[in-house]
Every structure is written in structure tokens, then in C-alpha cells.
């Protein structure tokens, strides 16, 4: 019996998908499908272009290997994307040994152990380095060097798609530009009352990606090429620090410069709760709800906020109800996953969940090599080998804790008159560093979230397991503040860790006392001077 496209397809995807992770196949396979077959080629549309460039860098050689099995013969995969709303358009079904020409825009898969036509409309020249910018054939400054589909000794190649390595060099994968050159010549006024907070530098064009943020950034470059279709809403969680917000700033400004008639709207969950308290108090709530509600790009960021908010929750439910039915797109952001928010109701927690809910980790020393190297030519810095590599070593929390280091240093060096070397960003990193960091005067070893807690403790005159109780008298409250505010300011942890550091408290009790910290050194002079002389002694 013939098989039609769509039953060879069927059993590719059904073969394939045994010896993949479940995720990579609903993210990458799952919305494909096949739309004509001749002697020796499958055309297969996909949900996006995007998703042509991925499906056939990561998994074509793979699928092609399966498709040739099932058949009996060696088989090419052409993939391609339909316009909104037009039916693909491939050439005629005929079982002739002649291969039609491929379409302008697809994309072929080489047959298994053979190479794509040289010439073939659509080909990538220079594959072999990454995803490259369309129209450049020069791969990201970063990008390393992926296998082309499937990866040696994969079997079928399958196993290896986004976040779970794809064949690139460690933390060195790149992820296609929508277009050549920067993103940073837009601005956020692209449109009629769109892009209100975005922030000029968070751009993809500026967004390192390695394998610790590679299926976010992926599923942040398709919700900008095709909002609402794929991944509504888009949920991403993570630490401090590791790109979230700079990921959901990109896909707005990447929307406004394919579409810059669109509304788009950027807003913490904090903003958007005192928004609401503010519309109550003077009988604006029907305004509120139309600017939030009539928006065709919502980013909500530190969704966690809402915590225990239930009036918040509830304005907030309706909200994404109207913009889910209405075919907006929704992206979100949190330090943790839905499943993991306390506080909040069940049916926010699902509707969070009803998309695409990726992490994001803090990177590993390949990635935060190619950050520094990064930031050095976005900032025409000259940092050598050397320093990049001391850096990457010692600083290894989050990108912002790499760019606080850069920042640093440059002070420093400006500051002393000196050159930046390894040994002068030694001395002017000293107690922001990990590995390095000395732990004050009683002797060496790194500075520790414990240590810091334990120091304090010290200085007030407290036992170190006090600050980590329940009990909220006077006497350990202020040390537990102060601990807090030490570890965050020191080394960077993300709220939640800080929070296991004192007996499991919540991120919102680490805000409450690092803001408590911070205004009350600005009131309190004599609190001030100790604080800073404890800071100072485990920097020492």
C-alpha cells in the first residue's frame, strides 16, 4: 500500500520521538507536518521559520535517516513555513526520478551521508559554525560548532535537541538574529502607545546563549517571530540575575520592529499591583483595565510578586483571560516555576502552565567566557585572555554579577592609573569573588552565604542558629537583616538562596530586609558605620 505524507510522516514522528526527550519533541516535532512526497524528498511545513532553521539543524539529518529506514530508500526532508493563513505551496506529487527545484525560502535535510546540494535556494553557507544571522554568512562572535542534525554516535540523532546539548560546544550555541546588525537603533516608541519600560540594550543581538539558557532563548526568538501561535503564554523562570527580563525585553523589540503598529506593554508584577491599588483609590479601574486589556504584547516580569496578593490575583486572572481569548501573547517571569508559587491560586497556577514554562540556569565558564568577551567588544573594552579567564572563574552566580565585576574593575583601574591585568583585577575584585575571595581576617578560604551569616551573627552578639529561627524579636531581627543584605550585596544569591540561609524564608521576607537594611544605613549613621565596617572585614 502507498503511504501519503502524512502517514510517512506520522511514523517518522512516532520513530523519532521514542529515542528524544518528551520536551524537545513537543516543543520542535510536534507542530510539524508533511504536505507533499515525491520519489525522494518529504516537504514538511512547520510553525515558524524559526522552527525550519532549528528543526533542520538539530534533528534533520535524524528524521531523514528515519524516513529513508521506513521507505527503503534513501529520502531528503525539505522543510519550509506557509505564510499566516496560506496553504504551502510544493510541487506537484509525482514519483518520477527527476527531484523538483526547491522553492525559494525551504530548506533541505540532507540525505543520510549525503551533502546538500551545493547552491540549493535556501542553503546556509557556513552551517558548519553555528546558526548565522540570516543574510550573514558569518556565525555570532560566540557561536561554536554544532553537528549538523544528529551527532556522533547518537544513533538516529535524536536526544540532543535544545537544552540537552544539540551538538554545540558548551555553552557556546548562537541562535539566529531575525535580521542583520543591531537591534539597538530601535526604540521603544516604535508604535502608537507601545513599548513603555522596554530597555534599549536588552536585545538579542546582545543576548549570549550557551547551554544553560538555550531553550529560552529559542522559545523567546519564536514568540517574537509568531506571537500567540506557538508558545501563549511564555513562562520563564529562574535566578537572579540570568537574563530573564533582558529575554522578555527582546521579544518586544523584536515584535515592534516586524510589527511597530503593535501595543506593547512592559510592567513588573509590583507596578501592576500599586497600578491597581492607585485605579481603586480614585475610581480609574475601567482605564486601568482597558490600557492592560487592549495591549497585543504583555510583559509581566517577577510574577511571584503576587504572592498572597489575592485582589491583585484576581484583576490579574480576568486580564489574561481577555488577552488569551483575544489571541494576544503573554510572557511572564519568575524565580521559580508556577508549580512552585505558594500563595498563588490554583487556577492562575494552571493558566501559567497552559504554554511553554522554561528555566534558565546560571552559565557555565564557557558561557560566561563568551559574556565577557561580549560585553568587551559591545563596550570596545580591551580586556586580555588572562583577565577574562580569571573572571569567569571567580564570578560564577550570574551574568550580572559578570557585568558588576567588568564595572569594577574599569573603576579601578581608572581610579589607581594602572593597566587592567590578572593581578589588578585581583586586588579590585577582592570579596566579590567565589574561588578567590578571602574570608576576612581570621584567615583565607571563599566568603560563604554561612560564613556571612555567622559573622554577623558575631558582631551583634547572637548565636548564628537565632538568625536562622522563627523567633522575631528585636535582637536577631536587625542581624538577620543584616546578614541578608551582606550575602546579597556581596555575592549576588538569588532571594530563594538567601532565604535557605535563615531557616526557609520566602523571597519576600529577603526584599522586605534588604530594603530595611538599605533605608535604614541612609537614616541611622551610627548603623551605617557598622554596618560598612563588617562589609569591610569580610572583604578584607
Same mark, same amino acid.
Given at each position: 500500500?502507498?503511504?501519503?505524507?502524512?502517514?510517512?510522516? =506520522?511514523?517518522?514522528?512516532?520513530?523519532?520521538?521514542?529515542?528524544?526527550?518528551?520536551?524537545?519533541?513537543?516543543?520542535?516535532?510536534? %507542530?510539524?507536518?508533511?504536505?507533499?512526497?515525491?520519489?525522494?524528498?518529504?516537504? *514538511?511545513?512547520?510553525?515558524?521559520?524559526?522552527?525550519?532553521?532549528?528543526?533542520?539543524?538539530?534533528?534533520?539529518?535524524?528524521?531523514?535517516? *528515519?524516513?529513508?529506514?521506513?521507505?527503503?530508500?534513501?529520502?531528503?526532508?525539505?522543510?519550509?513555513?506557509?505564510?499566516?493563513?496560506?496553504?504551502?505551496?510544493?510541487?506537484?506529487?509525482?514519483?518520477?526520478?527527476?527531484?523538483?527545484?526547491?522553492?525559494?525560502?525551504?530548506?533541505? #535535510?540532507?540525505?543520510?551521508?549525503?551533502? !546538500?546540494?551545493?547552491?540549493?535556494?535556501?542553503?546556509?553557507?557556513?552551517?558548519?559554525?553555528?546558526?548565522?544571522?540570516?543574510?550573514?554568512?558569518?556565525?555570532?562572535?560566540?557561536?561554536? !560548532?554544532?553537528?549538523? @542534525?544528529?551527532?556522533?554516535?547518537? @544513533?538516529? %540523532?535524536?536526544?540532543?535537541?535544545?537544552?540537552?546539548?544539540?551538538?554545540?560546544?558548551?555553552?557556546? /550555541?548562537?541562535?539566529?538574529?531575525?535580521?542583520?546588525?543591531?537591534?539597538?537603533?530601535?526604540? /521603544?516608541?516604535?508604535?502608537?502607545?507601545?513599548?513603555?519600560?522596554?530597555?534599549?540594550?536588552?536585545?538579542?543581538?546582545?543576548?549570549?546563549?550557551?547551554?544553560?539558557?538555550?531553550?529560552?532563548?529559542?522559545?523567546?526568538?519564536?514568540?517574537?517571530?509568531?506571537?500567540?501561535?506557538?508558545?501563549?503564554?511564555?513562562?520563564?523562570?529562574?535566578?537572579?540575575?540570568?537574563?530573564?527580563?533582558?529575554?522578555? &525585553?527582546? *521579544?518586544? &523589540?523584536?515584535?515592534?520592529?516586524?510589527?511597530?503598529?503593535?501595543?506593547?506593554?512592559?510592567?513588573?508584577?509590583?507596578?501592576?499591583?500599586?497600578?491597581?491599588?492607585?485605579?481603586?483609590?480614585? @475610581?480609574?479601574?475601567?482605564?486601568?483595565?482597558?490600557?492592560?486589556?487592549?495591549?497585543?504584547?504583555?510583559?509581566?516580569?517577577?510574577? &511571584?510578586?503576587?504572592?498572597?496578593?489575592?485582589?491583585?490575583?484576581?484583576?490579574?486572572?480576568?486580564?489574561?483571560?481577555?488577552?488569551?481569548?483575544?489571541?494576544?501573547?503573554?510572557?511572564?517571569?519568575?524565580?521559580? /516555576?508556577?508549580?512552585?508559587?505558594?500563595?498563588?491560586?490554583?487556577?492562575?497556577?494552571?493558566?501559567?502552565?497552559?504554554?511553554?514554562?522554561?528555566?534558565?540556569?546560571?552559565?557555565?565558564?564557557?558561557?560566561?567566557? #563568551?559574556? =565577557?568577551?561580549?560585553?568587551?567588544?559591545?563596550? %570596545? =573594552?580591551?580586556?586580555?585572555?588572562?583577565?577574562?579567564?580569571?573572571?569567569?572563574?571567580?564570578?560564577?552566580?550570574?551574568?550580572?554579577?559578570?557585568?558588576? /565585576?567588568?564595572?569594577?574593575?574599569?573603576?579601578?583601574?581608572?581610579?589607581?592609573?594602572?593597566?587592567?591585568?590578572?593581578?589588578?583585577?585581583?586586588?579590585?575584585?577582592?570579596?566579590? =569573588?567565589?574561588?578567590?575571595?578571602?574570608?576576612?581576617?581570621? %584567615?583565607?578560604?571563599?566568603?560563604?552565604?554561612?560564613?556571612?551569616?555567622?559573622? !554577623?551573627?558575631? #558582631?551583634?552578639?547572637?548565636?548564628?542558629?537565632?538568625?536562622?529561627?522563627?523567633?522575631?524579636?528585636?535582637?536577631? !531581627?536587625?542581624?538577620?537583616?543584616?546578614?541578608?543584605?551582606?550575602?546579597?550585596?556581596?555575592?549576588?544569591?538569588?532571594?530563594?538562596?538567601?532565604?535557605?540561609?535563615?531557616?526557609?524564608?520566602?523571597?519576600?521576607?529577603?526584599?522586605?530586609?534588604?530594603?530595611?537594611?538599605?533605608?535604614?544605613?541612609?537614616?541611622?549613621?551610627?548603623? #551605617?558605620?557598622?554596618?560598612?565596617?563588617?562589609?569591610?572585614?569580610?572583604?578584607?
Amino acid at each position: 500500500m502507498e503511504l501519503t505524507p502524512s502517514d510517512l510522516w =506520522l511514523r517518522v514522528l512516532e520513530s523519532a520521538r521514542s529515542g528524544m526527550p518528551e520536551q524537545s519533541f513537543r516543543t520542535w516535532l510536534s %507542530g510539524t507536518r508533511a504536505v507533499g512526497l515525491t520519489e525522494d524528498e518529504i516537504y *514538511v511545513d512547520t510553525p515558524s521559520t524559526f522552527h525550519t532553521e532549528w528543526v533542520e539543524d538539530k534533528f534533520g539529518a535524524g528524521l531523514a535517516e *528515519v524516513a529513508s529506514r521506513i521507505v527503503g530508500r534513501p529520502m531528503r526532508l525539505v522543510f519550509s513555513t506557509a505564510p499566516d493563513g496560506a496553504t504551502p505551496h510544493v510541487p506537484a506529487v509525482e514519483l518520477s526520478p527527476s527531484t523538483p527545484d526547491v522553492m525559494p525560502g525551504v530548506r533541505r #535535510a540532507p540525505p543520510p551521508g549525503g551533502a !546538500t546540494p551545493p547552491g540549493a535556494p535556501g542553503e546556509r553557507r557556513g552551517s558548519g559554525q553555528g546558526f548565522a544571522r540570516r543574510g550573514d554568512s558569518h556565525p555570532e562572535p560566540h557561536s561554536g !560548532t554544532p553537528g549538523h @542534525g544528529s551527532a556522533p554516535g547518537s @544513533g538516529s %540523532g535524536f536526544g540532543h535537541g535544545p537544552g540537552h546539548g544539540g551538538g554545540h560546544s558548551p555553552g557556546q /550555541a548562537s541562535v539566529p538574529s531575525s535580521r542583520q546588525g543591531s537591534g539597538m537603533e530601535r526604540r /521603544a516608541d516604535a508604535g502608537p502607545g507601545t513599548g513603555a519600560g522596554l530597555n534599549d540594550r536588552y536585545t538579542f543581538d546582545r543576548f549570549v546563549v550557551g547551554t544553560n539558557n538555550q531553550l529560552a532563548a529559542a522559545a523567546s526568538h519564536a514568540v517574537a517571530e509568531t506571537p500567540a501561535r506557538i508558545y501563549n503564554p511564555l513562562f520563564i523562570y529562574g535566578g537572579v540575575g540570568l537574563g530573564k527580563t533582558h529575554l522578555m &525585553h527582546a *521579544v518586544g &523589540h523584536e515584535i515592534l520592529f516586524r510589527h511597530p503598529e503593535r501595543r506593547v506593554a512592559y510592567v513588573s508584577a509590583e507596578r501592576f499591583m500599586n497600578e491597581l491599588v492607585n485605579a481603586i483609590q480614585t @475610581g480609574t479601574t475601567g482605564a486601568f483595565r482597558r490600557h492592560y486589556r487592549q495591549i497585543d504584547l504583555l510583559l509581566v516580569d517577577d510574577i &511571584h510578586f503576587l504572592v498572597k496578593k489575592e485582589s491583585t490575583q484576581e484583576e490579574f486572572f480576568h486580564t489574561f483571560n481577555t488577552l488569551y481569548d483575544a489571541g494576544k501573547q503573554i510572557i511572564l517571569t519568575s524565580d521559580r /516555576a508556577p508549580k512552585d508559587l505558594p500563595g498563588v491560586e490554583d487556577r492562575l497556577v494552571s493558566r501559567f502552565e497552559w504554554g511553554l514554562v522554561v528555566d534558565i540556569k546560571p552559565p557555565d565558564y564557557e558561557t560566561r567566557v #563568551a559574556i =565577557l568577551r561580549k560585553k568587551a567588544d559591545d563596550d %570596545g =573594552l580591551a580586556l586580555d585572555d588572562e583577565v577574562i579567564d580569571f573572571i569567569a572563574r571567580s564570578c560564577t552566580s550570574s551574568v550580572r554579577e559578570l557585568e558588576g /565585576a567588568v564595572i569594577k574593575l574599569l573603576a579601578y583601574s581608572s581610579l589607581r592609573r594602572e593597566e587592567v591585568t590578572e593581578e589588578l583585577a585581583r586586588a579590585a575584585l577582592r570579596g566579590m =569573588l567565589r574561588n578567590e575571595g578571602p574570608a576576612g581576617a581570621e %584567615g583565607g578560604g571563599r566568603v560563604t552565604p554561612e560564613m556571612i551569616r555567622d559573622r !554577623t551573627a558575631a #558582631a551583634w552578639g547572637v548565636r548564628p542558629e537565632g538568625l536562622q529561627s522563627r523567633r522575631r524579636t528585636k535582637d536577631l !531581627t536587625v542581624p538577620r537583616q543584616v546578614a541578608m543584605y551582606l550575602i546579597k550585596e556581596l555575592l549576588d544569591e538569588s532571594l530563594v538562596a538567601i532565604g535557605r540561609v535563615f531557616g526557609g524564608r520566602d523571597h519576600s521576607t529577603v526584599i522586605h530586609s534588604i530594603r530595611k537594611v538599605e533605608e535604614d544605613m541612609g537614616t541611622d549613621e551610627d548603623f #551605617a558605620r557598622r554596618v560598612t565596617e563588617l562589609r569591610s572585614a569580610l572583604e578584607r
